[in-house]
């Protein structure tokens, strides 16, 4: 099982809105809706922003969102911050009853 | 609080084995499904290994199926992963993690424990 594509990076000024990709096929993103996006800091564990596409778990901020189009999922985080800046990985199930991550995308905060 | 708490890290020699243990607190083991999750240095997360919340099923990456196995006890509240013919490509911090599911590995993993370092060399 491939992972699942990410860009390498993306930034922003703060204040300013991102959108993550997180592409696979019919197998993975496009055929389930259990897609999950993590943030991770250096030297940290990583975090659960979004569980099943488009759910944002109790605590973490409504500037972080969830969406997915056919084989694509998306997370946009809006009124970037600082804090914002780390490593987000996709993951989704698979037809192989198997678990696969995204290639990660490490944000940067102008 | 909830707590995930990883050991057993270390040193392994290629062709030999580890086990890794996570001690859960502050909650019911028995009532999630569990992962493992490890990260090579400098590089992704990778699945590694799930198991239901009373050990009756159990799923393994491609790259560690015949190696790894996975196991719990609920009643000592500890999750394990046995690492057998440990390989130079085996080397990563594995964290263990909570699943918001009792039966599905494949939900979303709400809690990670800080994670324990397993490097493969002689």
């Known amino acids: 099982q491939s992972a699942l594509t990410q860009p390498a990076s993306v930034s922003g000024s703060p204040g300013q809105s991102i959108t993550i990709s997180c592409t696979g096929t019919s197998s993975d993103v496009g055929g389930y809706n259990y897609v999950s996006w993590y943030q991770q800091h250096p030297g940290k564990a990583p975090k659960l922003m979004i569980y099943?596409?488009?759910n944002r778990p109790s605590g973490v901020s409504n500037r972080f969102s969830g969406s997915k189009s056919g084989n694509t999922a998306s997370l946009t985080i809006t009124g970037l911050q600082a804090e914002d800046e780390a490593d987000y990985y996709c993951s989704s199930y698979t037809s192989s009853n198997t678990l696969v991550f995204g290639t990660g995308t490490k944000v940067t905060v102008l | 609080e909830v707590q995930l708490l990883e050991s057993g890290g270390g040193l392994g020699q290629p062709g030999g084995s580890l086990r890794l243990s996570c001690a859960a607190s502050g909650f019911t083991l028995s009532n999630y499904a569990m992962n493992w999750v490890r990260q090579a240095p400098g590089k992704g997360l990778e699945w590694v290994s799930g198991?239901?919340?009373?050990?009756?099923?159990?799923h393994y990456a491609d790259s560690v199926k015949g190696r790894f196995t996975i196991s719990r006890d609920n009643s000592k509240s500890t999750l394990y992963l046995q690492m057998n013919s440990l390989r130079a490509e085996d080397t990563a911090v594995y964290y263990c993690a909570r699943v918001r599911s009792t039966f599905y590995f494949y939900y979303a993993m709400d809690v990670w424990g800080q994670g324990t370092t397993v490097t493969v060399s002689s």
């Open positions: 198991i239901s919340g009373s050990g009756g099923s159990t």
């Open positions: 099943d596409v488009s």
